[in-house]
Structure formats: C-alpha cells, structure tokens
C-alpha cells in the first residue's frame, strides 16, 4: 500500500523554518530540533525520545550534551558494536559578544549587576542581562557596551558612588587541564 512520499526541504525552506522558529518560546531548542531533523537525518520519533531536561537549562536555551542514538551504514565493518562519536552541532553563526569573569557579576535580587568605573573615575552599578558561562567566562546579552570598564579585581572595596584609581587588568578564557 504506498503512503505519502516525503517531501525534500529545500535550502530556502529551511531558511523558512529557521525564521519561524525564532520567534517561538524556545527558539534555541526549536533550532536544534530542526537541524538535528535535517542535518543529522534523525526522525521525528528519535527526536521525540531525546530527553530534554539534559539539554535545556531554565531559561529554554539549549546546553550541555544531547545524547542520541543513529543508525548509520557500516557495510565495511568499521564501527563496532557500542560506539559512540562526539559530534559538534552548529546552532548558528557566530556573534560577537560580551565576555567578562564570572566573579565580576553580581547577583541582586532579581537581576544582575556589574559594577563599572566612569570617566571620572567612580564606581557605577550596571544592571546586564547575562547568558551561559563558558570558561570562567560569563557572557553579558545587554547591559554593557564595549568600552566600559568592568572592575574585575578588588569587588569588595568597590562601592557605588566612590573614587578608585584603576589600572588595565588580564581576562582569559579558562581551558580545562591548563594552568
């Protein structure tokens, strides 16, 4: 009994979809669903069977790890059985974006604040929208524009409102098993 055939999604579609899904409630997820679908040639009941909770934090967005299981040709014997490959998926071009330590953002209430030095060389509060932490490194969505002095040493003996005398500090991205 012959069924519906698939229909091929051509790159312009997809563009399509990408487009729609950005505007959904979990536009990140929604993304990855899609290009997992697409690029990875997973199906929809594979994708049904992943377990979300490992891959999305609170907020919706896609991290950590996503463990899935492919059947893939393996007419030469080269895989064996109970391998597993670490795979990299792309969710998106590049941006550039805001990186500052982890320690240098502190947490309010209800929001997020970075403490910044003014021209006149007082301390000024900055609430920053932040994002995922990659490397020690905390990434500020809003909040803080590219030339403003982030106070990245001394927090403690920083207030609003007070005078400090600054000088040009070191951030580096924190790679696991260096020093």
């Known amino acids: ?27 990140a ?16 009941c594979e994708i049904a069977g992943l377990d979300w909770s490992m891959v999305l934090d609170a907020q919706g967005h ?34 550039t974006t805001l990186l500052v330590p982890d320690a240098a953002v502190l947490p309010d209430q209800t929001r997020h604040l970075v403490l910044t030095v003014a021209p006149d060389d007082t301390v000024v509060p900055k ?7 990659r490397g020690g490194l905390r990434v500020i969505r809003s909040g803080l524009n590219a030339d403003d002095r982030v106070i990245i040493e001394g927090l403690p003996y920083a207030s609003p409102g007070s005078k400090v005398s600054s000088k040009d500090g070191d951030i580096r991205y924190a790679v696991a098993g260096q020093d």
Do not use: W, Y
């Open 29 to 44: 997820r929604d993304r990855a669903m899609i290009l997992l679908s697409m690029k990875a040639g997973l199906r929809a």
């Open 127 to 133: 609430p920053v929208e932040t994002g995922d932490e």
């Open 62 to 95: 896609v991290c950590g790890t996503i463990h899935v299981r492919a059947t893939v040709p393996n007419a030469d014997l080269f895989l064996t059985p109970g391998s597993f490959a670490r795979v990299q998926l792309a969710l998106g071009a590049p941006v």
């Open 1 to 27: 009994m012959p069924g519906k055939q698939a229909k091929v999604v051509t790159p312009p579609m997809l563009k399509r979809m990408l487009r729609r899904v950005s505007r959904s409630s979990f536009p």
